[in-house]
């Protein structure tokens, strides 16, 4: 549900230093392949198919979004569907850039 709202704000900050990733849980390279097709993505699909990374990184629900500070830190962890686009979101990521 939130991808198109991502495949925004993806757009809107094209010019600004940020990189967007999205990690597919669980399914298998095809399986992406086919919900890509049918709802394309603007930024690179990552797999877990095991969920190694998911537990890594303790993902306690899905979706849920890390937004990484370019020093690598994470800055906020979100559970739950957002709208990425929306005027907070942007300027949460925005922040970020200009610290």
């Known amino acids: 549900e939130e991808l198109p709202s991502m495949n925004r704000a993806a757009r809107k900050l094209r010019e600004q230093p940020v ?19 049918a709802y394309p993505i603007d930024f690179t699909v990552l797999l877990d198919p095991s969920g190694r990374v998911s537990q890594s990184w303790q993902v306690i629900g899905l979706p849920m979004t890390f937004v990484v500070s370019r020093d690598g ?14 005027a907070l979101h942007l300027q949460m990521i925005i922040e970020l850039i200009d610290d």
């Open 19 to 37: 990189v967007w990733l999205a990690i597919n849980v669980g399914e298998d390279r095809a399986a992406v392949a086919a919900f890509t097709a």
């Open 73 to 86: 830190f994470v800055a906020h962890k979100i559970v739950g569907i957002r709208e990425w686009d929306d």
